[in-house]
Each structure stands twice: as C-alpha cells, then as structure tokens.
Nanobody
Framework: QVQLVESGGGLVQAGESLRLSCVASGISFSFAAMGWYRQTPGKQREMVASITFGGTTNYVDSVKGRFTISRDNARNTVYLQMNSLKPEDTAVYYC?????????WGQGTQVTVSS
C-alpha cells in the first residue's frame, strides 16, 4: 500500500520559514518524480515545486528564490524548505509522487502565514 505522509506545516508570521517533509512508502522512491502542490478554497491545485529522480528541479514563478525542494533517497523523503513566507503562500500543501504509471497524493498539511 502506497503512503505519502506530510509533516511540518503550521502557523507562522510573514518573513519566517518552514520546512515540509514527506515520507513515502510502498513505491520505488528512487525512481519516482516527487513534487509539492498547494490548494486554497475555490482554487485549483497548483504545482509549487518538483524534482525528478535525477534531481532536476522546477518551481512555480511565485516561489522561485524562496522555496527549495530536495530529496533524500536513503530516507524515502522529499522536503520543501520555504523561506521568506508571504500571506499568499497560505494553503494546504500536498505531497505528490509519480511513478511510471501512477500518481499518488498525500493527505495534505496546512500552512498559514499571517501578516
């Protein structure tokens, strides 16, 4: 059974930092493309950051220079370091994994940034 378990969300003030973690089980993590998405009420889920099995990263323009995605294949874990957080970063953040044939999602973790 595939599981993606996120942690690290919370309430912070603008300008502060958070680090999200996602531990994967039940998949060949080293060969999976991993990513972080976010969603706010009434809006579509958007890709925030992604990392291929080879380590190539991609970011949505609004977080470039502030967020960093990384992975630790030995721990089956993907991270999202979020610095200089803004109120508009407030959302539920979801971990995503894509194997050769299937997409998987975590349950989400809430990030709230107060002004």
């Amino acid at each position: 059974q595939v599981q993606l378990v996120e942690s690290g969300g919370g309430l912070v003030q603008a300008g502060e930092s958070l680090r999200l973690s996602c531990v994967a089980s039940g998949i060949s993590f080293s060969f999976a493309a991993m990513g972080w998405y976010r969603q706010t009420p009434g809006k579509q889920r958007e890709m925030v950051a992604s990392i291929t099995f080879g380590g190539t990263t991609n970011y949505v323009d609004s977080v470039k220079g502030r967020f960093t995605i990384s992975r630790d294949n030995a721990r089956n874990t993907v991270y999202l370091q979020m610095n200089s957080l803004k109120p508009e970063d407030t959302a539920v953040y979801y971990c995503h994994a894509r194997t050769f044939t299937t997409d998987y999602w975590g349950q989400g973790t809430q990030v709230t940034v107060s002004s």
